[in-house]
Each structure stands twice: as C-alpha cells, then as structure tokens.
C-alpha cells in the first residue's frame, strides 16, 4: 500500500509492503569491468533462449546460463566475460525481453544486481546452458561485491 500526501508544493509518501531479505551479486569484477547479466519476465524460456542466441553471436560471447527464477515465467542469465560497464549496457539494451525495471535501475545505479537467494518458492535453479565459441574470462571467484536487500514478496506484487 502507498499512500501519498501533498502539503504546500511538497509531495509526502509512505508505504507498507511484506518484504523479504534476499542474497544478490553485482556485476561489477574486482578490476573494474563488470559481467553480463540479464533478468527476463512474463516469459518463456524458448524466448529467452532466442533472445540469448541472437547477442551471443553477434558479440562472439561465452557461454550463457540460464536460470528460472519463477516457475515458467521468470529467468535471469549469466555470461562469464569481461567488458567495460558501457559495453555491457550497450548489450543488455540489444537483448530482446530484457526486464525494463532491471535495465534501468542497473544504468541509474552504474552496476547490475541479481537475487542468488531463495525468495518465495525457492532458489534460482539452472534450465539451460548456451555454448559459446570462446572461454569464459572470468568466474565467481571475481565479483567484486555481494549484497543483502529488500524485495517485495512475489505473492504480493501487483499483476
């Protein structure tokens, strides 16, 4: 619930929501480049898939893994490379379906964020891998920072 108060020229807002703490990564690398990271829904995954294919061959990309995070509706993927911060927005934008909300939010705050945690119904789970024609340049082992935050809980977002 929002609730918003307008008082001489000055807008007041509150709100209430059921929340839970979730575990994300950044796509920000210890040296400075950042992974590619990508959030789809109200999809599918041959959608996903499509899309995925299209900008790993165009950019000659490793491999890619896809994860649903919603049962049939909702994916997140990874791809181990290393690219500087405005090549990587410039490839998210290119990638057909990409979430709105999670493009623009990872512009605005200069760095992409993914849940790694169970929410809801459970953990990201791996349905797919796309092989790419090179090696991946870079592992967990090199994201520079992890983060805890808050989500409204699925059951509750409005449809």
Avoid at 29 to 35: E, I, P, S, T, V
């Amino acid at each position: 619930m929002i609730k918003r108060l307008y008082f001489r020229g000055y807008k007041i807002g509150f709100s209430i929501a059921k929340i839970e703490r979730v575990v994300g990564v950044n796509s920000t690398l210890k040296d400075g480049n950042h992974l590619l990271m990508w959030d789809f829904d109200d999809t599918t995954l041959e959608t996903v898939t499509q899309s995925l294919l299209k900008v790993q061959l165009k950019y000659e990309l490793p491999r890619v893994y896809i994860l649903e995070t919603k049962e049939a509706t909702n994916y997140i993927a990874y791809c181990f490379t290393r690219l500087p911060f405005l090549t990587v927005v410039s490839i998210i934008a290119d990638t057909e379906g990409v979430d709105y909300q999670y493009f623009r939010f990872g512009v605005y705050r200069e760095k992409f964020t993914l849940r790694v945690s169970a929410k809801g119904r459970g953990k990201p789970r791996l349905v797919r891998i796309l092989p790419g024609a090179v090696a991946n340049q870079a592992g967990i082992e090199d994201f520079a920072t992890w983060v805890s935050y808050e989500t409204v809980r699925d059951d509750l977002k409005r449809r």
